[in-house]
């Protein structure tokens, strides 16, 4: 992980948050969305034939493409503008993990239009996802499972966790 990039900080719930994100999906096409270094893309390499990240910062892209296995795909772009160029891919996972601002209507619409069975959400926004899991449950999306991981002991930050299906 390079100076500058995104990671997360927590070296002793990192693995708890991985595998509450990511254990038991598998299928052929996973994509990671607001990928960072490749923290879910590794993780979700073991399980699926392809695995597509996707992020914009140049130096946490740059640490996704050096990290990922030979069947993860690095995309240097915003989450939007690889969602409007890739309409025929039909992931059947499809994790985010944004940044405080959330997906925003924008790429909310694009992952409803897009439709994949399975939409992982990893939010460190309280408000912001509120704001997006209502148009994803607007969009037909039911909540599977719901996770809180407290990464930030002593603070009111607080890492979400929530498993939508179609």
Same mark, same amino acid.
């Given at each position: 992980?390079?100076? @500058?990039?995104?990671?997360?900080? +927590?070296? /002793?719930?990192?693995?708890?948050?991985?595998?509450?994100?990511?254990? @038991?999906? +598998?299928?052929?096409?996973?994509?990671?969305?607001?990928?960072?270094?490749?923290?879910?893309?590794?993780? &979700?390499?073991?399980? /699926?034939?392809?695995?597509? @990240?996707?992020?914009?910062?140049? #130096?946490?892209?740059?640490?996704?493409?050096? +990290?990922?296995?030979? +069947?993860?795909?690095?995309?240097?772009? #915003?989450?939007?503008? /690889? &969602?409007?160029?890739?309409?025929? =891919?039909?992931?059947?996972?499809?994790?985010?993990?944004?940044?405080?601002?959330?997906?925003?209507?924008?790429?909310? @619409?694009?992952?409803?239009? &897009?439709?994949?069975?399975?939409?992982?959400?990893?939010?460190?926004?309280?408000?912001? =996802?509120?704001?997006?899991?209502?148009? =994803?449950?607007?969009?037909?999306?039911?909540?599977?499972?719901?996770?809180?991981?407290?990464?930030?002991?002593? #603070?009111?930050?607080?890492?979400?966790?929530?498993?939508?299906?179609?």
């Amino acid at each position: 992980v390079s100076a @500058g990039a995104f990671f997360q900080t +927590n070296r /002793f719930l990192i693995d708890e948050l991985v595998r509450t994100a990511v254990d @038991g999906q +598998n299928g052929g096409v996973a994509l990671d969305l607001y990928a960072g270094v490749g923290l879910f893309s590794a993780a &979700l390499a073991g399980s /699926f034939a392809q695995v597509i @990240g996707v992020e914009a910062s140049p #130096t946490s892209a740059g640490d996704l493409a050096y +990290n990922s296995p030979a +069947n993860v795909e690095s995309v240097r772009a #915003t989450t939007e503008e /690889f &969602l409007r160029s890739r309409k025929e =891919l039909k992931p059947e996972l499809v994790v985010v993990d944004p940044p405080r601002a959330g997906l925003g209507e924008s790429v909310a @619409g694009e992952l409803a239009k &897009l439709r994949p069975a399975r939409l992982v959400y990893v939010s460190c926004d309280p408000a912001t =996802l509120s704001r997006d899991l209502t148009g =994803l449950l607007k969009a037909g999306y039911k909540i599977a499972q719901a996770h809180l991981i407290d990464l930030f002991p002593q #603070t009111f930050h607080v890492e979400s966790v929530f498993q939508l299906i179609q």
